[in-house]
């Protein structure tokens, strides 16, 4: 099997752990990383937007990059490191960093600050892909960086790069992601978005889903039944879980805060703190939290 087809099924974006006083908490981390770990899941992915990339230094990214890969070596997993630098040069760098140090895929979040043209994100993507030789899956997530791209533009990209992989993050996705596979056939494309799409992803030909990590069974449990061709079972658990995605969903700070309030109630890390700006949870949220634990038995 390829480095690109490993990558497939469950793959959840790590959440960042703060004390209270919001510094990195190493010792939950460590302790999320070896949960995530024994789930099943087919791989993780740590700096996405799940994990509050934005809020981290460049020490403390450095240093969690480390952990990460020390924690999860030798396991049957892939793992894989975001670059998301505005800055193609320091992208470049990033990227040759991750693969230098053991990363077994990047996944790239095109630049949008002051809003680059197409063909200057063209170039960074294409400058990151041709700076290492492991899977890089290319983001397109235009409700968070405002940058539309056509699926002509992207299959483009598929045909030049054949280790480049495809997150399809357009809400919704799945009329695109249709288009994109007609005009590249063997791109490969996994989805994000907290599992909205994730069993229409599925049918349409994508491969695997991103989603946030505090109730990564569930769609570990989803996948597994799709696989063995139980599509009424996914179907069930799938719709059983849309109502709490759909509404956390709605943005992504509040879903960030969601999936970290879940992880401290579950017991997995000590405090559910999020770096500001963040999401302020309501009462209501907070007994929707514990309704939701209660139903998919989620513990330890």
Known sequence: MSSVAMIQGVNPIVAMPFTAQGEVDFTSFRRLVAHLSGLGVNGLTLFGIASEFPKLDDGERLQLAEIYLDELSGKRLFRALSITDHSTDLAVRRARLYQSMGADALMLLPPFFLQPSLAAVQAHIS?????????????????????????????????????????IECNPPVD??????????????????????????????????????????????????????????????????????QRWMQHCEYIIQIEKT????????????????????????????????SQFNLSV
């Open 262 to 293: 879940i992880l401290q109630r579950r017991g997995i890390i000590a405090d559910d703190y999020c770096r500001k700006p963040g999401w302020q949870l309501a009462d209501e949220d907070l007994k929707t939290i514990d309704s939701f634990i």
């Open 176 to 245: 695109y992601t249709r288009e994109f596979l007609q005009q590249a056939p063997d791109a490969h494309v996994l989805n994000g978005y907290a599992g909205l799409y994730m069993l229409h992803m599925l049918d349409v030909g994508g491969k695997g889903v991103m989603p946030g990590c505090s109730f990564s069974e569930i769609y570990v449990r989803i996948y597994r039944h799709w696989l063995a061709g139980e599509h009424q079972q996914a179907v069930q658990l799938h719709n059983a879980l849309l109502p709490y995605i």
């Open 127 to 167: 400058a990151v892909l041709e700076a290492v030789t492991i899977p890089v899956m290319v983001q397109y997530a235009p409700g968070e960086t405002g940058f539309p791209v056509t699926p002509h533009q992207l299959a483009e990209v598929a045909k030049r790069y054949p280790h480049a992989v495809f997150k």
